[in-house]
């Protein structure tokens, strides 16, 4: 059944998707990827469809974002479906309606940068940041975080990065504002806070490159001298898995043998690779 939140005050028109993605962190156009994504939609204050599916990344996620972010383990995206399965849903509910997202900019990167790596035509949308909106109408808080919003709000911020969790703070955060301020059209508020659709171009995936004089192959196991963020070196054994990149930068992902686990290395900091 349809959940109605307040038709009084929310305003008519368009339909409105809020729309979260939880991800392997945030290199969208060439390692990282969407492991879950929710939408709410809502149409004249009435919530008419929602959806929350974990996505298998084809990869593996951090230790970091399991433990430290949103808690979502590689065993829990395991037997997940792919992105076009578990989004078909969102997909389908985008056409012709208003995405919403909190700093939309890296949601639609989520959502864009997927549907063209597997072949998928973007439905007709235009955006909302709901980032935008905040500034405009919410100036008592120390920043402008979804969970500092909310929490302003009174609303429970427990499970903060789980692609639900975070849709419905953005709702209660809209219906905040659609209470205290009168937007009576969803045009309206496109124009106090739409934005455009940002580029995104997927970067070549490639079966063997050179580097420091070295082809490097699929498959195959190579000593690399790596420097860290820091400017640290270190020798790390890794089995490459996928090789992508563009004229300029290179990332190699492979099992590393140090950590134990699926890594990702930019060939600007490699100092030296070898066969192992």
Known sequence: MAEVIDSNSWPKGKKLVFVDFETTGFQLESSDRVVEVAF????????????????????????FLTEDVHGISN?????ASLFPTACSSLLENLEDAIFIAHNANFDLKCLISECLRFNISLPQFV?????ILSRRFMNNTSNHKLTTLAESLGMDVSNAHRAMADVSMM??????????HEITSTSKLVEM????LPSVTILSEEKEFNIQGEKVTLGKDYVLLYRDAEGNSTERIVTVRRIYGNSMTKWIEGHCHL??????FNSNRVESIVPY
């Open 75 to 79: 065993e829990m995206v395991r037997n």
């Open 259 to 264: 950590r134990m686990e699926m890594r990702t």
């Open 40 to 63: 709410k939609s809502i149409q004249n204050g009435v919530i008419i469809q929602s959806d929350q599916q974990l996505i298998y990344p084809q990869r593996s996620i951090p230790l």
């Open 127 to 131: 955006c909302v940041d709901s980032l």
């Open 193 to 196: 806070a739409g934005i455009s």
């Open 171 to 180: 709702i209660g955060i809209f219906d905040f504002i659609f209470r205290n």
